[in-house]
């Protein structure tokens, strides 16, 4: 009988590794000088607990997001029309692999899977630059394995 292969969110510690997680991130980005900026008009009180709940979901976890929070549209246009911003983007994932260290998830394969995952979606959650308007409706979360992106499901993904 074959043993079913670990997700990386069963790997990642489930709701709470990944709770402890965006925990660390959002420390460290309302911390710094250039991200933090994407903070300052505020958050929503649940930012974290609603962050793990979407990570959790595309790395394998039970679908709390959507069912709770939006689709994937909506982050989508939460995080687009503001321009290019290589810098801050940049500097989004360097404080996302210090939140790992933070968070305790730094052993191989887990880490290596954990920042690809980030610096993707750090890009395509922020692909239409220049207007929230742009996002289509219907959008799912790209689903991620240990082999990266996985083929989206539905008739309207967008993996």
């Given at each position: 009988?074959?043993?079913?292969?670990?997700?990386?969110?069963?790997?990642?510690?489930?709701?709470?590794?990944?709770?402890r997680l965006a925990e660390a991130?959002?420390?460290?980005?309302?911390?710094?000088?250039?991200?933090?900026?994407?903070?300052?008009?505020?958050?929503?009180?649940?930012?974290?607990?609603?962050?793990?709940?979407?990570?959790?979901?595309?790395?394998?976890?039970?679908?709390?997001?959507?069912?709770?929070?939006?689709?994937?549209?909506?982050?989508?246009?939460?995080?687009?029309?503001?321009?290019?911003?290589?810098?801050?983007?940049?500097?989004?994932?360097?404080?996302?692999?210090q939140a790992l260290v933070d968070?305790?998830?730094?052993?191989?394969?887990?880490?290596?899977?954990?920042?690809?995952?980030?610096?993707?979606?750090?890009?395509?959650?922020?692909?239409?630059?220049?207007?929230?308007?742009d996002v289509p409706a219907g959008?799912?979360?790209?689903?991620?394995?240990?082999?990266?992106?996985?083929?989206?499901?539905?008739?309207?993904?967008?993996?």
């Amino acid at each position: 009988m074959l043993k079913r292969m670990q997700s990386v969110y069963e790997a990642a510690g489930g709701d709470a590794g990944l709770l402890r997680l965006a925990e660390a991130w959002h420390a460290r980005v309302v911390a710094d000088e250039v991200v933090g900026h994407a903070f300052r008009h505020g958050v929503h009180p649940r930012h974290t607990e609603r962050l793990a709940a979407y990570w959790a979901e595309a790395l394998g976890g039970p679908t709390t997001y959507t069912e709770r929070y939006g689709d994937e549209s909506s982050v989508v246009r939460r995080h687009s029309g503001n321009g290019v911003h290589e810098e801050m983007d940049q500097r989004a994932i360097a404080c996302f692999d210090q939140a790992l260290v933070d968070a305790g998830l730094t052993a191989e394969p887990l880490r290596g899977v954990l920042h690809d995952y980030f610096a993707r979606t750090t890009d395509t959650i922020a692909r239409f630059r220049e207007s929230a308007d742009d996002v289509p409706a219907g959008l799912d979360i790209v689903r991620w394995s240990w082999a990266g992106p996985q083929p989206a499901t539905g008739p309207t993904g967008s993996g």
